[in-house]
């Protein structure tokens, strides 16, 4: 196996080499603010692109394409002459040799290794749950997701045209974090309000969404009084939420609950994630989640050299576990630069704090909930949080072109109640529907058997 080198007349070993694993928030911070440094970069992920993942459920439930919230991870770093990119994988990591093995077999040198790969779905030991109940992390995800949700809309008008009735359309969304109720609240949009004039044998509108959840409230993570209101605004949209309610059981169509089980047509799963695995290769501490315990400088212990970011860090701040969303992963990037920038001019590196700007959360249509903690301190709801949401997230969005789009796709929706990204590919089956018809009608659908056809 030879050492990767760079295809340019320097050899690498020049400067520094920064080898950064992780295209996401974490690791584009990073390579962005290292672009004026004495050092070369090479940036390595396994997919070709960057996601913008806090509007991945609106690929998910077509509001957006995935070309809007995802851009060439080439494309945004393309000006920066110090930085290659590699679509691989890492399968090893040689700390003491400086080292990092690839999937394609070659071994990649290193003096500083910035690792991070994120987090990705926890069924918490029941793996068997996946193939029923797919979480959203990904592009692909979004689309499945797409996928099953529009598919089981179409599979009732059919069955509803040859049989005089349609299994119950009942979506259930495991898990009532931000995530959980962006699905649920997003689901309940498109059945009233979006299809409401598409079909002409079924009526989407008496789809039930329901929203599961294990602990006393939605949204936990926020504040009671926020919490409470998205409770409520879920509520309006005829979001059926059951908090204290633990999943025992998913199958094929169905969903097992407190001894009780429920048809279910697509689940969601929103329930909890784990860090990525190449925390491990370290060898260094993990937490429960798999995610690795890193000091004020983002250093495993005895690692200087290495730094962990992202959902992959367990970074302690006054007694509490920095939280793994976005905010704090690109804060994490920037500061990897400046730690850098230190090194590389003899000064001490800064340890890093995280910055609290606030959390938000969309509920549906032009409504959502928000925690401001900058540039002042509030928590709102309603229309004036998701218009803050809208303005925080277009600015986020890299690319002119994706900025203007999405808000070109998002006034579209809004005015038209049309939704553009309305696409089934695939596989045109879903997890236990044909059982539910060999079965027969329940009672929802001995019902549904009267409607004129």
Same mark, same amino acid.
């Given at each position: 196996?030879?050492?990767?080198?760079?295809?340019?007349?320097?050899?690498?070993?020049?400067?520094?080499?920064?080898?950064?694993?992780?295209?996401?928030?974490?690791?584009?911070?990073?390579?962005?603010?290292?672009?004026?440094?004495?050092?070369?970069?090479?940036?390595?992920?396994?997919?070709?692109?960057?996601?913008?993942?806090?509007?991945?459920?609106?690929?998910?439930?077509?509001?957006?394409?995935?070309?809007?919230?995802?851009?060439?991870?080439?494309?945004?770093?393309?000006?920066?002459?110090?930085?290659?990119?590699?679509?691989?994988?890492?399968?090893?990591?040689?700390?003491?040799?400086?080292?990092?093995?690839?999937?394609?077999?070659?071994?990649?040198?290193?003096?500083?290794?910035?690792?991070?790969?994120?987090?990705?779905?926890?069924?918490?030991?029941?793996?068997?749950?996946?193939?029923?109940?797919?979480?959203?992390?990904?592009?692909?995800?979004?689309?499945?997701?797409?996928?099953?949700?529009?598919?089981?809309?179409?599979?009732?008008?059919?069955?509803?045209?040859?049989?005089?009735?349609?299994?119950?359309?009942?979506?259930?969304?495991?898990?009532?974090?931000? @995530?959980?109720?962006?699905?649920?609240?997003?689901?309940?949009?498109?059945?009233?309000?979006?299809?409401?004039?598409?079909?002409?044998?079924?009526?989407?509108?008496?789809?039930?969404?329901?929203?599961?959840?294990?602990?006393?409230?939605?949204?936990?993570?926020?504040?009671?009084?926020?919490?409470?209101?998205?409770?409520?605004?879920?509520?309006?949209?005829?979001?059926?939420?059951?908090?204290? @309610?633990?999943?025992?059981?998913?199958?094929?169509?169905?969903?097992?609950?407190?001894?009780?089980?429920?048809?279910?047509?697509?689940?969601?799963?929103?329930?909890?994630?784990?860090?990525?695995?190449?925390?491990?290769?370290?060898?260094?501490?993990?937490?429960?989640?798999?995610?690795?315990?890193?000091?004020?400088?983002?250093?495993?212990?005895?690692?200087?050299?290495?730094?962990?970011?992202?959902?992959?860090?367990?970074?302690?701040?006054?007694?509490?576990?920095?939280?793994?969303?976005?905010?704090?992963?690109?804060?994490?990037?920037?500061?990897?630069?400046?730690?850098?920038?230190?090194?590389?001019?003899?000064?001490?590196?800064?340890?890093?704090?995280?910055?609290?700007?606030?959390?938000?959360?969309?509920?549906?249509?032009?409504?959502?909930?928000?925690?401001?903690?900058?540039?002042?301190?509030?928590?709102?709801?309603?229309?004036?949080?998701?218009?803050?949401?809208?303005?925080?997230?277009?600015?986020?969005?890299?690319?002119?072109?994706?900025?203007?789009?999405?808000?070109?796709?998002?006034?579209?929706?809004?005015?038209?109640? @049309?939704?553009?990204?309305?696409?089934?590919?695939?596989?045109?089956?879903?997890?236990?529907?044909?059982?539910?018809?060999?079965?027969?009608?329940?009672?929802?659908?001995?019902?549904?058997?009267?409607?004129?056809?």
């Amino acid at each position: 196996m030879g050492e990767l080198t760079r295809p340019l007349e320097q050899p690498l070993a020049r400067h520094p080499r920064v080898v950064i694993v992780g295209g996401g928030f974490a690791g584009l911070h990073a390579a962005k603010g290292l672009a004026r440094l004495p050092v070369d970069i090479t940036v390595v992920d396994r997919r070709n692109h960057y996601t913008f993942q806090p509007l991945l459920y609106q690929v998910a439930l077509a509001v957006l394409s995935p070309a809007d919230i995802a851009q060439p991870i080439r494309t945004i770093l393309r000006r920066q002459q110090n930085t290659q990119v590699l679509m691989d994988e890492v399968v090893g990591i040689d700390p003491a040799a400086r080292r990092v093995a690839l999937v394609s077999g070659a071994q990649l040198p290193y003096d500083y290794l910035v690792l991070a790969t994120g987090a990705t779905h926890s069924y918490f030991g029941r793996d068997d749950w996946a193939p029923f109940a797919p979480g959203l992390k990904t592009i692909e995800d979004a689309t499945e997701i797409r996928r099953r949700v529009l598919l089981a809309f179409e599979l009732a008008e059919r069955q509803m045209v040859e049989h005089g009735w349609h299994p119950p359309l009942n979506f259930v969304v495991i898990g009532a974090g931000p @995530t959980g109720v962006e699905l649920a609240g997003a689901i309940s949009d498109i059945a009233q309000l979006y299809m409401r004039h598409d079909f002409r044998h079924i009526d989407p509108a008496k789809a039930r969404v329901l929203l599961l959840e294990g602990s006393p409230r939605v949204l936990g993570a926020y504040p009671e009084d926020l919490s409470a209101k998205a409770e409520a605004a879920l509520g309006r949209l005829g979001v059926e939420v059951h908090t204290l @309610t633990h999943v025992t059981g998913i199958g094929p169509g169905w969903v097992e609950m407190a001894g009780k089980r429920i048809e279910a047509v697509v689940t969601l799963w929103a329930a909890g994630v784990e860090a990525s695995p190449l925390g491990r290769l370290l060898g260094t501490p993990l937490d429960r989640r798999g995610s690795v315990l890193v000091d004020e400088r983002l250093n495993p212990p005895g690692l200087p050299d290495v730094f962990v970011l992202g959902d992959l860090a367990h970074v302690e701040q006054d007694g509490h576990q920095v939280p793994g969303v976005a905010q704090p992963a690109m804060q994490m990037g920037d500061h990897v630069a400046r730690m850098l920038a230190a090194d590389l001019a003899g000064r001490p590196r800064p340890a890093f704090r995280y910055f609290d700007k606030g959390d938000m959360a969309t509920i549906g249509r032009m409504d959502a909930v928000a925690k401001v903690e900058w540039p002042f301190k509030a928590h709102m709801s309603g229309f004036p949080a998701w218009a803050t949401w809208l303005i925080v997230h277009i600015f986020f969005l890299i690319g002119f072109r994706n900025r203007l789009s999405v808000f070109a796709a998002w006034i579209w929706t809004y005015f038209t109640f @049309t939704r553009g990204a309305r696409l089934i590919t695939g596989d045109q089956r879903l997890p236990g529907w044909q059982d539910q018809i060999e079965a027969g009608p329940g009672e929802v659908a001995k019902k549904l058997k009267s409607k004129t056809v």
